[in-house]
């Protein structure tokens, strides 16, 4: 289990008509036209350029980053399939969210906690620094700390989701057209598993409690994993031998989306592909997971109020 994170609600708000309704009046292309509309505006204001990266003063190189990824992604794993043989579960994600709740927390932590021993990875890939350099740095002694304060990464983290949530509905949309004029099959409702069980079971303890976790942990253990240590090292690494912001940031979005296959619904990944763009770009563009942490946050609560508070 690598984490859950809300799906883009698009499943829900932008699917194609269902049976009941009627065929000749066909969907409704306001996500479309509002989605273009923010593009525009993205690509016309120029913030889509990131010409210098306001990087933490804290240098660690991209093997030690990748593998302080790929490890927390092992240990998260091991520890549901622990907690899953602990509790005698089933590996169902359809499952009651009260057997799902437990196991997701048990892998959020696990993951958090192996992404805080990134100094031991550190040493062990990169055993050329000495052991105290994987600590925090004073302010400008390894490189000069351009970032953005906090609070101002976090409001271009809403700024940021008010471009790319319609996006990324406008996306959705017309991949679910795609998906229904291919299966011939209307996409379903609630894009994401967990979702669809929330709304299923209906408000009870177990689901309040599962819809607030989801809110908050996705959001930062996901940051911390793919946009701190996987797009970060990949930033690093210079990849496509250009060091182009956007090619770590692409990169580490497509294995972010493939991370979910299985957890989506096939037509939303291509607008959680764009929700994922955006949160690299806020990372990138302030330097601070801040930024892409209040993003996927703001979301993540959004998304649960439109699919789940409560159909």
Request: hydrophobic share 55%; glycine share 10%; charged share 10%.
């Amino acid at each position: 289990m690598v984490g859950f994170v809300a799906a883009p609600a698009a499943g829900r708000v932008a699917a194609a008509p269902t049976a009941g309704d009627s065929v000749a009046s066909g969907p409704s292309w306001i996500p479309v036209i509002v989605g273009g509309l923010a593009a525009a505006v993205f690509a016309g204001s120029g913030w889509w350029r990131i010409r210098r990266v306001p990087v933490r003063p804290w240098r660690f190189g991209p093997g030690t980053g990748l593998a302080t990824f790929a490890l927390a992604v092992l240990v998260g794993a091991i520890a549901a399939s622990v907690a899953e043989a602990v509790m005698g579960a089933e590996p169902d994600p359809s499952g009651p969210v009260s057997m799902l709740l437990p196991i997701m927390l048990v892998a959020w932590v696990a993951q958090l906690a192996t992404a805080a021993c990134l100094p031991w990875v550190r040493g062990f890939v990169e055993p050329d620094h000495h052991s105290g350099d994987g600590r925090m740095p004073r302010r400008g002694s390894v490189c000069p700390d351009r970032r953005r304060p906090r609070w101002a990464a976090g409001v271009l983290g809403v700024v940021g989701l008010a471009l790319f949530w319609p996006m990324t509905l406008a996306v959705a949309m017309i991949a679910g057209l795609l998906w229904q004029s291919l299966t011939g099959h209307a996409p379903s409702e609630i894009a994401h598993t967990v979702l669809a069980q929330l709304a299923a079971e209906g408000p009870t303890a177990a689901t309040i409690a599962t819809s607030a976790a989801l809110v908050v942990l996705p959001a930062i253990v996901e940051e911390v994993l793919y946009r701190g240590l996987l797009q970060e090292s990949f930033r690093r690494a210079k990849l496509f031998s250009s060091g182009n912001p956007w090619h770590s940031i692409v990169l580490a979005s497509l294995i972010f989306t493939a991370m979910h296959v299985g957890a989506v619904e096939p037509h939303a990944l291509a607008g959680l592909f764009v929700l994922s763009l955006g949160f690299g770009w806020a990372y990138a563009r302030t330097g601070r997971l801040t930024a892409s942490i209040t993003m996927h946050m703001a979301f993540n609560a959004g998304n649960i109020l439109l699919a789940v508070f409560w159909v």
